[in-house]
Every structure is written in structure tokens, then in C-alpha cells.
């Protein structure tokens, strides 16, 4: 008798799967999103036995955002730009490790639909201490002729035109999270055979919860509207029970992963020093956006909405607010973006 339980489907049979939904469609989105599946597979290796090889430690280089690159981001790096490049589903990377965008120029690539942005490694300055880091990633489909190679213009388009976000979590479990627009999907690796198998499906964020998740540690950088919102979510009781509980892990994908399953909303404004905010809009903001609003949350910069700003630059920042949609409302009421 078989001990197979059928009723576990793989990331790759799930993506056949919708495929077949589409009769036009070619596969190529499809081959894709398996192509990045099997670099947070490798990545994930590595990840689980940093502590035992020469893996660990800054590299003693800082990337384009003058951040200090530990040896694991360029692990990383390497291994989603190379799985892609490798591939036939992908024209062009950019990666918030790398200066400028890598346009893969050759036949197969230059006929290749998509794109693809990614942070290889999410809150690396938490390897040393072995808490939860992750993988954030985002498709469009290209702007260019097919057959020709890509260009900037490919990667320099606003948020609302992804056809694919996701991320990688790689914690007490790893799992794959992906959003297109039909909806929000989780998937689990499963270690014994190697695989993403389907394990959060049609993934809905709650529209209120208990979380809020910010760095207090500048709390008086903060806009008076952010600072009287923090006091009402520690202050005002609500109807489930007691006022919000803060959570902050300094990785924003463990954050904002959570607070998608739960309820919460995760905030990263501007501060004093900073009013333009730290986190990279193409390479961390737009596809958290794009998830999260898939899965019925919303995500501003205080203003606007993220996936309506036009970006002019790869490395562009931007302040971020994402997360339950009645919370996100609730801290408009205090924030305008001023």
C-alpha cells in the first residue's frame, strides 16, 4: 500500500496546475517562479549550516546602499542571479546587492518576458545571531521588444504592474510565499523530499489584529501623527480585547510575514535624519505591497499608494506602512504623511 499522501501538492505541480486554467498561457511565469523555488533551495542549505563553515562574518565590502555585506548576501546573490541567468524564463535582474541592473544578453533571454527584482538575503545584520532572515522577489513583465535585451526601463516600472511577488522565510520552517493576481499562496519545504509543498493556500490577511510592529528605538525621529498613533495602539483598549502588542524582529520578512498571517500592521516611516525612509521601493516595498494588498491588506507611504509611485531610480527609498486594512485605516486618521 502507498504512503504517499496525495493530497500534498508541490509548488510545481501547483504552478502546472494554474497553468492549465490559462489554455494561452506558455509556462514561461511558471518556469519562473520553480527557477527562484530552487535557489531558496540552496540558499536555505547554507543558511541552516552557516554556523559550521567559513560562511558567517561581513565580507569586508559595502554594497550600494553603504550597508556592510556579510558573506551569506553574496551567497545569495549568487545563486538567484545565477539560477535565472541559467534559466529560460528571465531577461534581467536587479538586485539590491548590485549597483546597476544585469541585462542577460543572449537569444534565449532577449525573447524572455520578465524581469526580475530581488533582496537576496532580508535583515542580514541578524545572521551572526541566528534569527529569522529571508528572500523578497518581484516580476513584471517587460516594457521592451521581445528579442531585443532588456533595459533600465524594463525594471523602472511602478508596483501595480507586477505579475508575481513573493518571499522566502527561512526560520524554524522554510517556507515560500507567492502572490499573482489570483491570489496569495504558502508553501513549506518539506526537507524529507526536498521540496515546496503547498501548505497556506488562498492566504487573506485578517482586516484588524493585535500586532504592531515598529522600531521604537526611534520613536522621537518619528512625525507627531506616527508618534500619536504608537500611543493609541498602546493606550486605547479594543474590542478584542486589550490594547495592540508590539512586535519588532528587525528582519522584514519575518514582520511582515507574520503580521499577513495574524493581523498587525508593520510601519517603517521616515525619520528626522532620514524623512525619505530606508527601505528600497523596488526591491522590498513593492512586492510586500503587492501581497499583502492581493490577500486584502493595503500599503502606503504615508501619501499614496505604494504601487502607484512611478520610480525613477533601481535603488529609490521610500517610507512604508503595510499591513491589516481596518489598521491601516485607523493610522491614516493620525498620519497624512507630513
Known sequence: ?????RRVQTLDEFTIQQMRNFPNATGELSNLLR???????????????AGLVDILGDAGSVNVQGEEVKKLDIYANEQFMGVLRHGISCAGIGSEELDDVVIF???ISNNSKYVCLFDPLDGSANIDVNVSIGTIFSVYRRVTAPGTPATEADFLQAGVRQVAAGYVIY???????YATRRGVNGFTLDPAIGEFTLSHPDIKCPPVGK???VNHGNFFRYASGIRDYIHECQAKEK?????YTQRYIGSMVSDVHRN??????????GTTDKPGGKLRL????????????VAGGKATDGKRRILEIEPTHVHERTPFFVGSKLMMEELETYYKGE
Open 1 to 5: 500500500m502507498s504512503l504517499i499522501n
Open 35 to 49: 527557477d527562484l523555488g530552487l535557489a531558496a533551495k540552496r540558499v536555505n542549505v547554507e543558511v541552516n549550516k
Open 105 to 107: 544578453d543572449d537569444e
Open 171 to 177: 526560520g524554524s520552517s522554510t517556507i515560500l510565499v
Open 211 to 213: 500586532i504592531y510592529s
Open 239 to 243: 474590542s478584542n480585547g486589550g490594547p
Open 260 to 269: 499577513l498571517l495574524k493581523g498587525g500592521i508593520f510601519m517603517y516611516p
Open 282 to 293: 523596488l526591491y522590498e516595498c513593492n512586492p510586500f505591497a503587492f501581497i499583502v494588498e
